[in-house]
């Protein structure tokens, strides 16, 4: 039994978030699918190995992205899409965060808006400085 008021925002608000992060988790995961297919096909194998295109090494979170913005990676097209893959996982909280602000917004809710905003700061900082 859901509590909602006579609206059913709360319950807009949770169908949204759990789209939200469904979608994010499935979209991840059908990119890491076709990644690592699009690896077995290039070459054959699922091997790890340690070359250096393999792995991303001592980048931070956001010049990975400006990376894949930029196009670095295109050229290793499985790696490009399997990278793409776990960002969108772990841009999938980020973005339920914002989605929470917009929807404390619109209900003018201040004291949420405080709460959720140090905890967009907090996800911000940890994502830009890691």
């Known amino acids: 039994m859901k509590l ?12 949204a978030i759990s789209s939200l992060l469904v979608g994010g ?8 699918i076709i990644g690592m297919a699009s690896f077995y096909y290039s070459y054959g194998h699922l091997h790890i190995t340690e070359r250096k295109a393999m792995f991303i090494r001592g980048e931070q979170f956001s010049r990975l992205i400006y990376g894949l913005l930029e196009g670095d990676y295109g050229q290793k097209g499985a790696v490009f899409l399997m990278t793409l893959g776990i960002t969108m996982l772990i841009l999938t909280p980020y973005l339920r965060v914002i989605l929470s602000i917009h929807y404390f917004a619109w209900k003018k809710n201040i004291k949420y808006i405080l709460i959720t905003i140090v905890v967009f700061m907090v996800l911000t900082t940890s994502l830009l400085f890691h």
């Not at 988790?25 to 890491?32: G, K, N, R, W």
Request: proline share 0%; aromatic share 0%; glycine share 4%.
């Open 4 to 15: 909602t008021n006579s609206n059913g925002d709360e319950s807009r608000l949770e169908t």
């Open 25 to 32: 988790v499935v979209t991840s995961l059908l990119l890491e």
